[in-house]
């Protein structure tokens, strides 16, 4: 049986992803490794984690020997690295850990991917290794402008796959999403964290004058295109996965108080974040030509998401007794 690795697949988009190619491709043996950060948790794989073609090891991608030992036991054939440190806020505050996770951690896979001669390598990259664009959209080809310690991370990382790509041929591919949206996002997130304090009755800390853009697109989409990258992608090419469905951040948290039927006086102006990209947007003709177009209208997908934590709050309630406690107090203080 061949097998692929999905590395940070307890998190947001990797325990989607997993969710998905473990039930459509049971001829394969999908392992995840993930290091149950603050933000990855076993429990959103407990759908699949029975399946007789899954694994779930408990593991960094910075640990060298771990890594290999590994590839030593399943020999795998393809690679999506998701595995890293995400959120821009916790970035501005200490980016130490995004380095040494996002770009070594990548750098750790690829030279495992090199030993053990698998056939590709994806790198799930990020729309804001570009920057910030006020008019038009980014393609594939336009400069990479990262502006705060996340977003240069995942440009370093993506770079170095792309070095080894050029230097050793190895096969790899990029991938360049705009925000993603929907089921397990961790609510320190935009979309999930007003969801999840509308439904508190808590405030909904908007930042700085909130019209910065963000182009929204529904996880399934996202993953959906990944499997189209697996099986069409060209080795190092570099493809923007986007959804055409701009929105300012004020739109977003004026819906989300109308699907919860809240008073949209708790939309909160606070503090700017640090280097605020304005906008970020994406020209995705590329997957387009490889027939992949996204599915969900931003309106029905952020009903399902309401749904979603509405009938989660056990999940999302284990979260926020814990250590994001401490974290949204550093961040917003008490604001009921
Ligand atoms: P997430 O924070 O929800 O999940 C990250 C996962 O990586 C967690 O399960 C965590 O435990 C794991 N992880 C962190 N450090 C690790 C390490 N050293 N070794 C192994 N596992 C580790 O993130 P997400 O939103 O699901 O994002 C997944 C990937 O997609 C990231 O690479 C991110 O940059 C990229 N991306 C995200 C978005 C978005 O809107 N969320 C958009 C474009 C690209
Ligand atoms: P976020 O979900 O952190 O994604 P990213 O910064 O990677 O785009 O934030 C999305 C947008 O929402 C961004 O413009 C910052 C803004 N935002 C708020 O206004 N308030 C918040 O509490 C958070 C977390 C984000």
Redesign the pocket.
Known sequence: MKACLITGGAGFIGSNFARMMVGRYPETHWVVLDKLTYAGRKENLSEIEKKSNFSFVRGDIVDTKQVERLFEEYRFENIFNFAAE????RSIESPGQFIMTDVYGAYVLLEAARKYEVKKFIQIS?D?VYGSINEGSFSESSPLMPRNP?SASKAGAERMAYSYFATYQINVIITRAS?NYGPYQYP????P??ITNAIEGMD?????D?K???DWIYVEDHVDALDVVLKYGKSGEVYNIGAGQELE?RD??QMICQQLEIDPTHIKP?KD?LG??RR?SLNFDKMKALGWNPKKDFQTGLAETVSWYRDNQEWWKRIKSGEYKEYYQR??GHQR
Do not use: Q, S
């Not at 995400?86 to 806020?89: G, N, S």
């Open positions: 995400t959120h821009v806020d990020t804001e996340y925000n320190e997130k935009l979309i964290l007003f909904l800390p908007l930042y700085g909130g910065n853009i963000r951040n977003v948290a606070v974040r605020h990209d970020y961040m917003y």
